[in-house]
């Protein structure tokens, strides 16, 4: 694990754009371990971008981006497989699959599932539940993987009041009780108030660091 005082996760002078047009510029970030950062910005802001560089899924045209340790990232509006008869503990237990040993896998499998709301639900099928559920499943199976970094476009998209406050709660959670990095993009103020650091893009490919 990352001692507390240096950087888990850090971007410098990162710039990226889609066919020339700079959606990403000059983005500078030092995050530490027990953080929670959000993103915030209206559509086509580039949070999923930034979220994608972060995670090394896209390279940066300009600058670095440095991470110490594993990398957890939900992409938004995630391709649940819904056709598929896979139950709900049997896919968050794929998030634990090569990284911990069986019987912790099962206290955290069971762990994650009651934080997303799904106790009960254990043995439904994927394809009987609804689409929030299914989300929450998504979300449990990349938790379950307790990655030291943990990154979510819009994990509270779609999902009514309660779930979003459980799902908010939860991600505070994993930077307080185990001190992961979260890095959340969110349309959602209340969440904006919680988190340590708030980084607004705009349509002017400006960046505003709020501590
Ligand atoms: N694969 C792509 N090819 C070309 N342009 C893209 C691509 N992906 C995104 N863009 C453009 O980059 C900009 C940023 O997109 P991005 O998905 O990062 O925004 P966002 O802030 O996540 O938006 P939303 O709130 O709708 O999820 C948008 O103008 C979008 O049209
Ligand atoms: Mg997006």
């Known amino acids: 694990?990352?001692?507390?005082?240096?950087?888990?996760?850090s971007a410098h002078g990162v710039c990226f754009g889609y066919t020339g047009r700079e959606v990403i510029h000059d983005v500078d970030l030092e995050l530490g371990r027990g953080t929670v950062t959000a993103i915030a910005g209206p559509n086509g802001?580039?949070?999923?971008?930034?979220?994608e560089i972060l995670?090394?899924?896209?390279t940066?045209?300009?600058?670095?981006?440095r991470r110490l340790g594993t990398v957890s990232l939900v992409v938004q509006r995630p391709a649940a497989p819904e056709t598929l008869p896979i139950t709900v503990r049997d896919t968050v237990s794929m998030g634990t699959w090569g990284r911990l040993g069986r019987?912790?896998?099962?206290?955290?499998?069971?762990?994650?599932?009651?934080?997303?709301?799904?106790?009960?639900?254990?043995?439904?099928?994927?394809?009987?539940l609804s689409g929030g559920q299914r989300q929450r499943t998504l979300l449990a199976q990349a938790l379950a993987r307790r990655a030291d970094i943990v990154l979510m476009d819009e994990p509270d998209a779609g999902l009514d009041a309660a779930s979003r406050g459980r799902i908010?709660?939860?991600?505070l959670d994993?930077?307080?009780?185990r001190g992961a990095v979260v890095v959340c993009a969110?349309?959602?103020?209340?969440?904006?108030?919680t988190a340590d650091r708030v980084v607004r893009l705009g349509h002017t490919s400006r960046q505003d660091l709020i501590d």
């Open 60 to 65: 940066p045209q300009k600058g670095e981006v």
């Open 103 to 128: 019987r912790q896998a099962r206290e955290i499998v069971a762990e994650m599932i009651d934080a997303v709301g799904l106790t009960g639900y254990e043995s439904r099928s994927l394809t009987d």
């Open 45 to 51: 802001a580039g949070k999923s971008t930034l979220l």
């Open 55 to 58: 995670a090394g899924v896209r």
């Open 168 to 171: 908010h709660d939860l991600l």
């Open 186 to 193: 969110t349309h959602h103020d209340g969440f904006i108030a």
């Open 174 to 177: 994993q930077a307080d009780c």
């Open 1 to 9: 694990m990352t001692p507390p005082n240096v950087p888990a996760l």
